[in-house]
Protein backbone atom coordinates (compact mmCIF):
# COMPACT_ATOMS: atom_id res chain seq x y z
CA UNK A 1 0.00 0.00 0.00
CA UNK A 2 3.07 2.49 0.71
CA UNK A 3 4.52 1.99 -2.79
CA UNK A 4 0.84 2.80 -4.21
CA UNK A 5 0.64 6.00 -2.44
CA UNK A 6 3.81 6.81 -3.07
CA UNK A 7 5.69 6.65 0.41
CA UNK A 8 8.11 3.87 0.51
CA UNK A 9 10.17 6.58 1.45
CA UNK A 10 8.70 8.12 4.34
CA UNK A 11 7.54 7.17 7.75
CA UNK A 12 4.04 7.89 8.93
CA UNK A 13 4.21 10.41 11.60
CA UNK A 14 1.05 9.09 13.47
CA UNK A 15 0.28 5.38 13.64
CA UNK A 16 -2.92 3.88 16.00
CA UNK A 17 -3.27 0.16 16.17
CA UNK A 18 -6.28 -1.82 17.97
CA UNK A 19 -5.31 -5.20 18.88
CA UNK A 20 -5.32 -7.71 21.07
CA UNK A 21 -2.16 -7.91 23.41
CA UNK A 22 0.42 -9.43 21.62
CA UNK A 23 2.60 -12.40 22.45
CA UNK A 24 6.16 -11.45 22.91
CA UNK A 25 7.46 -14.40 20.86
CA UNK A 26 5.31 -13.83 17.42
CA UNK A 27 2.96 -11.21 16.50
CA UNK A 28 -0.52 -11.96 16.02
CA UNK A 29 -3.64 -10.38 14.58
CA UNK A 30 -5.16 -6.99 15.00
CA UNK A 31 -8.79 -5.19 14.13
CA UNK A 32 -7.41 -1.60 12.54
CA UNK A 33 -4.56 0.10 12.31
CA UNK A 34 -3.81 3.49 10.97
CA UNK A 35 -0.87 5.22 9.50
CA UNK A 36 -1.10 9.07 9.39
CA UNK A 37 1.67 11.24 7.14
CA UNK A 38 2.69 14.42 7.02
CA UNK A 39 0.34 15.31 3.87
CA UNK A 40 -2.52 14.17 5.55
CA UNK A 41 -2.43 10.73 3.18
CA UNK A 42 -3.67 8.07 5.86
CA UNK A 43 -3.50 4.11 5.04
CA UNK A 44 -6.44 2.54 7.49
CA UNK A 45 -5.96 -1.37 7.49
CA UNK A 46 -9.12 -3.02 8.49
CA UNK A 47 -8.32 -6.50 10.06
CA UNK A 48 -11.68 -7.53 10.77
CA UNK A 49 -13.18 -6.26 7.33
CA UNK A 50 -15.96 -3.97 9.62
CA UNK A 51 -15.66 -0.99 6.97
CA UNK A 52 -17.98 -2.08 4.37
CA UNK A 53 -17.47 0.82 2.01
CA UNK A 54 -14.42 2.19 3.11
CA UNK A 55 -11.96 3.50 0.61
CA UNK A 56 -9.57 1.37 -1.33
CA UNK A 57 -7.43 4.49 -1.50
CA UNK A 58 -8.23 7.59 -0.03
CA UNK A 59 -6.19 11.16 -0.98
CA UNK A 60 -6.76 14.47 -1.29
CA UNK A 61 -7.64 14.70 -4.30
CA UNK A 62 -9.86 11.60 -3.98
CA UNK A 63 -11.24 8.11 -3.47
CA UNK A 64 -10.63 4.72 -5.17
CA UNK A 65 -13.39 2.35 -3.68
CA UNK A 66 -13.91 -1.59 -4.28
CA UNK A 67 -14.28 -2.72 -8.01
CA UNK A 68 -12.07 0.13 -9.06
CA UNK A 69 -14.73 2.85 -8.57
CA UNK A 70 -14.09 6.29 -7.66
CA UNK A 71 -15.08 9.99 -7.62
CA UNK A 72 -11.65 11.18 -9.12
CA UNK A 73 -13.21 13.23 -12.13
CA UNK A 74 -11.31 11.21 -15.07
CA UNK A 75 -9.27 9.08 -13.71
CA UNK A 76 -8.32 6.75 -16.94
CA UNK A 77 -6.77 9.64 -18.42
CA UNK A 78 -4.79 10.26 -15.62
CA UNK A 79 -3.87 6.66 -15.29
CA UNK A 80 -2.78 6.86 -18.74
CA UNK A 81 -0.84 9.46 -18.17
CA UNK A 82 1.55 8.03 -15.68
CA UNK A 83 4.66 6.75 -16.38
CA UNK A 84 5.56 2.75 -15.82
CA UNK A 85 7.27 1.95 -12.60
CA UNK A 86 10.36 0.68 -12.21
CA UNK A 87 10.91 -3.07 -12.86
CA UNK A 88 11.03 -4.88 -9.22
CA UNK A 89 13.58 -7.59 -8.11
CA UNK A 90 11.50 -10.95 -8.41
CA UNK A 91 14.42 -12.97 -7.64
CA UNK A 92 13.98 -13.55 -3.76
CA UNK A 93 17.80 -13.95 -3.23
CA UNK A 94 18.96 -10.90 -5.36
CA UNK A 95 15.98 -8.78 -3.39
CA UNK A 96 17.79 -10.05 -0.33
CA UNK A 97 21.43 -8.97 -1.76
CA UNK A 98 20.59 -5.87 -2.91
Avoid: H
Amino acid sequence: MQYIMGKDGESPGEIEADAPKQNSDAGGTWRRIRLKYADGCEIILDGENKDKDAAFLQGPKGKIMKGFKSDIPDLDAKLKELPDPEPQVTNFVEAVKT
